[in-house]
């Protein structure tokens, strides 16, 4: 008897063992950490990607004290950090939302494996503190998590071939990518890299034309990411125009930053202004300056008296260091050009030589021209200005009141022929702009390079010849531009000029 006890006693645990974990796995089911992206977390989305960052932070709390298993907010989070790093520019908004990173790549790696949110999370909260970074020029950083997110992608796009959000921020790299000068491809190769424009624009119009018929997720981003892309580097004007009429700008603070620029950027400047001065206001939007900023050279362009009101407001709230020695510059050009006031151009471009950085090409320009302390020609920035906001015909008008003679100095009649070439270009008159185009790269050879007139002249030759589909001259033009050094418009005229190679290839 005594054997026959000991012997069933443990069988009969094990029994129960067995029968208590059959009937508690389902509860364990229940608390796994899963990726629900429900219709409050769309709502959350869509409520930050209005720039309504608390309304969405609100919805987010709701859904982590009703679903606590859900995983989805934490990356939605992510966004509230990015959008008040990337827009205030604020190193100490840096600092103090850094470590979120890895709390939040922690949690999401406790996630379902076998869901393709698994992955896809964690590139996503990757490659959005990469681009936080490189606002604050921490590359070594930021290149590291880009790769590291190409590589969680790919990984997802094999494991889960069929998940459509792969091709949205897959179609960001590829097309990035293709950007990259060929010089510098050999590095795109060690980090494992590879795409194309091409490639990314077509993967980036397939998820938008996806997410559009299945509950629009992702659709905000991808729409804005498409819209840039198409001024950007797929030069479709037309295109981009059409978009920027449609956005809904009403309630949504970004969306009106979008359709600004590419209204500016297709000569709607007007519209531009129009968007800019009704945009949405509340306490409820983060605060946003760049848009002071944008309104105040959008309206210089157009001459208005008041263009200074809107700089002056980005510059003493602004707390980032990027456009700020632009800004300085633009109310410089605004005392000169409009109050006939030399002393007070003096005075900000002193400024412009102290404030801000030398990070983005507008900006090294803005300090170059401080430095060199040569006060431009009012004739000729009156008709740049104009040209910029898309008055060709009143910008001509301009520049045709002198003569060649009346600018002084080579510099200037350099920029004289540049300036004609652009202006006849927007009024369509493609013969007279390649003639002032091809002075232009002439005089510059005569005058020993340095000015960003002939690169600039280069590339719009290429595009020019592009369009009238001839493409050994347009490639031509584009490898002439990239072998013009030291300008004030290195790094963006040549990312515009290897977009323009790639197209040809393509």
């Not at 959350?44 to 298993?69: D, V």
């Amino acid at each position: 008897m005594i054997f026959s006890y000991k012997l069933r006693y443990p069988i009969t645990i094990q029994k129960f063992s067995y029968i208590l974990l059959l009937l508690t796995f389902p509860f364990f089911q229940s608390i796994a950490q899963t990726f629900d992206f429900n219709s409050r977390c769309q709502q959350a989305y869509e409520e930050i990607f209005s720039l309504r960052l608390q309304e969405g932070k609100r919805l987010l709390e709701q859904e982590k004290t009703t679903n606590p298993h859900n995983l989805i907010p934490v990356l939605i989070e992510n966004y509230i950090d990015f959008f008040t790093v990337f827009i205030t520019e604020e190193e100490a908004e840096l600092d103090a939302r850094i470590d979120n990173k890895d709390k939040r790549l922690d949690l999401l790696a406790e996630g379902d494996e076998s869901s393709p949110y698994y992955l896809f999370s964690q590139a996503e909260v990757n490659l959005q503190w990469a681009f936080a970074r490189i606002k604050f020029a921490q590359y070594f950083k930021a290149v590291w998590e880009i790769r590291r997110a190409y590589k969680l992608l790919e990984a997802n796009q094999k494991k889960f071939p069929d998940f459509a959000p792969n091709n949205k921020s897959l179609g960001i790299l590829h097309a990035m990518v293709g950007t990259v000068p060929d010089n510098y491809q050999w590095g795109m190769k060690i980090l494992g890299m590879h795409g194309t424009i091409a490639q990314g624009m077509g993967e980036i119009q397939s998820y938008l034309q996806y997410s559009a018929k299945n509950n629009r997720l992702f659709y905000e981003e991808t729409k804005l990411l498409h819209s840039f892309f198409l001024i950007y580097i797929d030069t479709k004007t037309e295109q981009a125009w059409q978009v920027a009429q449609k956005l809904p700008t009403q309630t949504n603070l970004l969306n009106t930053l979008v359709a600004a620029q590419l209204a500016f950027r297709t000569g709607h400047n007007d519209y531009a202004i129009k968007l800019l001065t009704n945009r949405p206001k509340g306490n409820e939007y983060i605060d946003f300056y760049l848009l002071d900023f944008l309104l105040g050279t959008m309206k210089i362009n157009r001459l208005d008296a008041d263009a200074d009101v809107y700089l002056k407001r980005f510059v003493n709230n602004f707390n980032g260091k990027h456009f700020i020695k632009e800004a300085y510059q633009k109310l410089a050009w605004h005392a000169l050009v409009i109050n006939k006031d030399e002393a007070a151009y003096g005075k900000y471009m002193e400024f412009c030589k102290t404030k801000g950085s030398k990070w983005a090409d507008p900006d090294k320009q803005a300090y170059k021209e401080a430095v060199e302390g040569t006060v431009p020609n009012p004739t000729l920035l009156k008709g740049r200005l104009l040209f910029d906001g898309g008055y060709f015909q009143k910008a001509l008008t301009v520049l045709q009141s002198n003569s060649l003679q009346d600018y002084k100095t080579p510099a200037e009649r350099l920029e004289c022929d540049y300036r004609f070439g652009r202006i006849y270009e927007g009024l369509g008159q493609n013969n007279k702009a390649v003639e002032y185009y091809k002075k232009t790269i002439e005089k510059d050879q005569e005058l020993g390079g340095g000015h960003f007139f002939a690169p600039k002249a280069s590339l719009q030759l290429a595009k020019l010849y592009e369009r009238q589909n001839e493409k050994e001259t347009a490639m031509l033009y584009f490898k002439k531009c990239l072998r013009f050094k030291n300008h004030e418009y290195k790094d963006s005229i040549d990312q515009q000029a290897k977009a323009g190679m790639n197209r040809l290839k393509g």
